[in-house]
């Protein structure tokens, strides 16, 4: 019969894991790579915001109140968006490491529910005001496209509507998991 | 290279194959999965060194840190079924090193059956790590460890005598 002990030795036996050469340097090019990264993001991030501002100036959508509106909700929600996942972002990343397990595991599992409030609530406000500002849009869309473009821009955003209502549907799902199994492993 | 920068790469060296160890635990023995958190948790301490108190052991403070850094990461990732690794050693014409591999194999498979707190003790028991360590690691009581210890020392020879 096996006891721990012979366990124990059998874990201690077993090869020694080969040191990678110059890791520590990978790792400090690896810490760069994902500063630069960061920088990347938020270069790309308020150039976008620019941008959508611009163009709002661009096209004069200040001198029709409906477009304005509809612009306004759309961009609006989208840059509100993605100000959530940004914060989200950071938060998991300001997240201390060195806590105990159990300390780590309770901010863990907060970080999990305010994901989870902002799927159910925030989300659902935001793809809401979005689609108000396009329906808002439609009928100046309808006046100044053909209509050939104008089908085409009403379908494509149905689906775009569609495939975005399954993948954070998905991403619910994926959270809600996470956080049944760290309440699990913190009952048991 | 500065000083933080030699003192990270002494910590790095002298810390490495626990780590790695702890990781293969967590994976089911997978190599490559254990490498990449490995380096994940390396960064980590390498971030988080100004939170470094003098008066904690470097060790408790670097299993904190992997610990924490395995729960929050497998969560994203699908760890390799058991079998996977078993392929190779079918191959293999060395009987003595293979039973050693199957045994090691099926102690993974055991771990792995555990619930993640549980793995956790005993992969800090396993390294042989002092139950007090353990306890500050995890942020439970000493005599709460110790009696999981026990608990979970019985169900893991239980498994592997199966």
Redesign the interface.
């Known amino acids: 019969?096996?006891?721990?002990e012979d366990?124990?030795s059998?874990?201690?036996?077993?090869p020694?894991?080969e040191?990678?050469h110059e890791?520590?340097k990978?790792?400090?090019q690896?810490?760069n790579a994902?500063q630069n990264k960061q920088r990347i993001t938020n270069g790309v991030l308020l150039t976008t915001t620019f941008v959508l501002i611009g163009f709002f100036f661009y096209i004069n959508a200040y001198s029709n109140l409906i477009v304005s509106l509809g612009l306004f909700l759309m961009i609006g929600s989208l840059i509100v968006r993605i100000m959530i996942e940004y914060a989200s972002i950071k938060d998991l990343k300001r997240?201390?490491?060195?806590?105990?397990?159990?300390?780590?595991?309770t901010d863990?599992i907060n970080y999990y529910k305010k994901r989870v409030t902002t799927h159910y609530v925030a989300t659902p406000i935001i793809l809401a005001l979005y689609a108000v500002g396009f329906i808002i849009l439609l009928p100046s869309f309808k006046e100044n496209l053909s209509k050939g473009f104008y089908t085409y821009i009403v379908v494509s955003a149905i689906v775009i509507l569609i495939v975005m209502v399954f993948f954070i549907g998905k991403e619910i799902q994926k959270e809600l998991n996470?956080l049944r199994?760290l309440k699990?492993?913190?009952t048991? | 290279m500065t000083t933080q920068e030699k003192a990270f790469e002494e910590i790095y060296r002298t810390n490495y194959p626990k780590v790695y160890r702890l990781c293969q635990g967590y994976t089911n023995g997978d190599d490559a999965m254990s490498k990449d958190l490995a380096q994940e948790i390396f960064i980590k301490c390498w971030q988080k060194r100004q939170s470094f108190r003098n008066d904690a052991k470097v060790s408790t403070w670097i299993y904190r840190i992997a610990v924490n850094t395995c729960l929050l990461e497998l969560r994203k990732k699908k760890t390799v079924p058991i079998t996977d690794h078993l392929k190779h050693l079918e191959e293999s014409e060395d009987s003595f090193s293979v039973s050693k591999e199957l045994q090691l194999q099926q102690l993974y498979q055991c771990i792995g059956k555990l619930n993640t707190d549980n793995k956790t003790i005993i992969l800090l028991e396993l390294e042989g790590l002092p139950q007090k360590e353990i306890a500050e690691i995890m942020g439970l009581s000493h005599e709460a460890i110790r009696v999981r210890v026990h608990r979970i020392k019985n169900e893991l020879t239980q498994c592997v005598e199966k």
């Not at chain 1, 019969?1 to 721990?4: H, S, V, Y």
């Not at chain 1, 059998?10 to 077993?14: A, L, P, S």
């Not at chain 1, 997240?95 to 595991?105: E, G, L, Q």
């Open positions: 019969m096996k006891t721990f366990l124990k059998q874990w201690e036996e077993q020694q894991p040191i990678p890791g520590s990978i790792i400090m690896k810490i994902i997240m201390d490491f060195t806590k105990d397990a159990a300390a780590f595991r863990l996470s199994q699990s492993s913190q048991d």
